[in-house]
């Protein structure tokens, strides 16, 4: 993905600054006390600008915490627009700060807001989605993040393209996913995909996965004798053997147009 590319999208270049300005004056380098002391204070945005001051080596425990206090802090404060690109920048710096339960807790309330917003800049869905992508695999056991941003995915891009999204989630929650609305719709329309699809894969192993809550919309989807969607509707049901309606039943009992 083209970092520039997804900020200037977001209209959010300015959050640069985060990564330059930390190495604005070598001179004066900040302590675990400054950090602390700025944490105290409110100054989130400054100790995120310094967290870089403290050497790698020494990047554990008490500095884990206070980079999660100072993210934490400058996420939240932040211009809703804005939230996404101090999230993606302040994460490829400083990857540790996704130890922090603290900064982790604002990320996934922050996560789904932010994603809508990056899908409503509609030059820059594929940005989006790829930066979606990194995002939920950083955190992948996080089982709201996940839904979230599937479901933001799905609204801002398209059904299909959030199967990948939802996968994850299922993976994540569990039998619990398999209600969400979205993840149905996402479901359907992945198993229309032309065979080479990949998420035609994934699309038909949540329809097994999430069957009992599938079966339904599967159903009522299957209005056609014909085309992608019909033949593996056709095909999980009977790999289930579903009792079919007459009118599915004669749907499924038409020849295969290949």
Request: glycine letters at 6%; a neutral charge.
């Given at each position: 993905?083209?970092?520039?590319?997804?900020?200037?999208?977001?209209?959010?270049?300015?959050?640069?600054?985060?990564?330059?300005?930390?190495h604005?004056?070598?001179?004066?380098?900040?302590?675990?006390?400054?950090?602390?002391?700025?944490?105290e204070?409110?100054?989130?945005l400054?100790?995120?600008?310094?967290?870089?001051?403290?050497?790698?080596?020494?990047?554990?425990?008490?500095?884990?915490?206070?980079?999660?206090?100072?993210?934490?802090?400058?996420?939240?404060?932040?211009?809703?627009?804005?939230?996404?690109?101090?999230?993606?920048e302040?994460?490829?710096?400083?990857?540790?700060?996704?130890?922090?339960?603290?900064?982790?807790?604002?990320?996934?309330?922050?996560?789904?807001?932010?994603?809508?917003?990056?899908?409503?800049?509609?030059?820059?869905?594929?940005?989006?989605?790829?930066?979606?992508?990194?995002?939920?695999?950083?955190?992948?056991?996080?089982?709201?993040?996940?839904?979230?941003?599937?479901?933001?995915?799905?609204?801002?891009?398209?059904?299909?393209?959030?199967?990948?999204?939802?996968?994850?989630?299922?993976?994540?929650g569990?039998?619990?996913?398999?209600?969400?609305?979205?993840?149905?719709l996402?479901?359907?329309?992945?198993?229309?995909?032309?065979?080479?699809?990949?998420?035609?894969?994934?699309?038909?192993?949540?329809?097994?996965?999430?069957?009992?809550?599938?079966?339904?919309?599967?159903?009522?989807?299957?209005?056609?004798?014909?085309g992608?969607?019909?033949?593996?509707?056709?095909?999980?049901?009977?790999?289930?053997?579903?009792?079919?309606?007459?009118?599915?039943?004669?749907?499924?009992?038409?020849?295969?147009?290949?």
């Amino acid at each position: 993905m083209n970092m520039q590319i997804l900020l200037s999208a977001v209209g959010l270049a300015c959050v640069a600054t985060v990564a330059t300005v930390a190495h604005a004056d070598d001179a004066q380098k900040y302590s675990l006390a400054d950090l602390k002391a700025l944490i105290e204070q409110k100054s989130y945005l400054e100790a995120v600008q310094h967290l870089g001051d403290i050497a790698p080596a020494q990047r554990t425990g008490e500095w884990i915490e206070l980079a999660g206090a100072a993210s934490a802090g400058a996420v939240a404060g932040a211009e809703a627009d804005a939230k996404l690109g101090y999230m993606i920048e302040i994460e490829k710096m400083y990857p540790n700060v996704l130890k922090s339960p603290k900064y982790v807790a604002v990320r996934t309330d922050a996560a789904k807001p932010a994603f809508d917003g990056c899908f409503r800049r509609r030059h820059a869905f594929q940005d989006c989605h790829d930066a979606a992508l990194k995002f939920v695999d950083a955190d992948v056991k996080n089982a709201k993040l996940t839904l979230d941003v599937a479901k933001a995915v799905r609204l801002g891009m398209s059904h299909y393209s959030a199967v990948p999204f939802f996968k994850r989630a299922h993976a994540a929650g569990g039998k619990a996913v398999c209600k969400d609305e979205d993840l149905k719709l996402a479901v359907i329309s992945g198993l229309g995909l032309p065979d080479k699809d990949t998420r035609l894969e994934e699309a038909i192993g949540l329809t097994y996965a999430c069957f009992d809550d599938m079966k339904a919309p599967i159903l009522k989807e299957l209005t056609a004798d014909s085309g992608y969607f019909h033949d593996r509707a056709c095909d999980l049901l009977a790999s289930r053997r579903v009792p079919l309606p007459a009118d599915k039943e004669r749907l499924c009992a038409a020849p295969r147009k290949k």
